[in-house]
């Protein structure tokens, strides 16, 4: 938990963090499965960690779209949308890999990760 919390406060990748966090080289990040209401438990938690040290920034951050949506940028467009419910089925009843979902669904793992973490349930 400690580790999943730096990563969402300071945005860092797992090989990244300091001391007894980081991830040995060569080691896959363990998969972690939180119900919304975790989620939200543990952003209320870091929430309130940063306020007690004065820091007056959200949880995570990320830029508004519209600083670089003029620009030709490579790779695949997040605006793609999920179909939430298929990568579900996929990833439960299916027991399929992050990656092999993403594959499946042709987006990346980040993307994935990244709508089941904000919830963003859009269909293609």
Do not use: C, K
């Not at 438990?41 to 990320?62: F, G, K, M």
């Amino acid at each position: 938990m400690r580790r999943f919390l730096f990563q969402r406060i300071t945005g860092s990748d797992p090989y990244a963090v300091p001391g007894a966090l980081r991830l040995p080289n060569g080691a896959r990040e363990p998969l972690l499965v939180l119900t919304t209401a975790e989620l939200n438990a543990l952003d209320e938690h870091a929430a309130n960690y940063l306020a007690a040290r004065d820091i007056n920034e959200p949880v995570t951050w990320s830029p508004s779209l519209s600083l670089v949506q003029h620009f030709d940028l490579p790779g695949l467009r997040t605006t793609t949308v999920l179909d939430a419910a298929r990568a579900a089925d996929l990833l439960r009843t299916q027991q399929m890999s992050p990656a092999a979902v993403a594959r499946e669904l042709d987006t990346s793992e980040e993307h994935l990760r990244l709508a089941f973490e904000t919830r963003l349930w859009l269909r293609r």
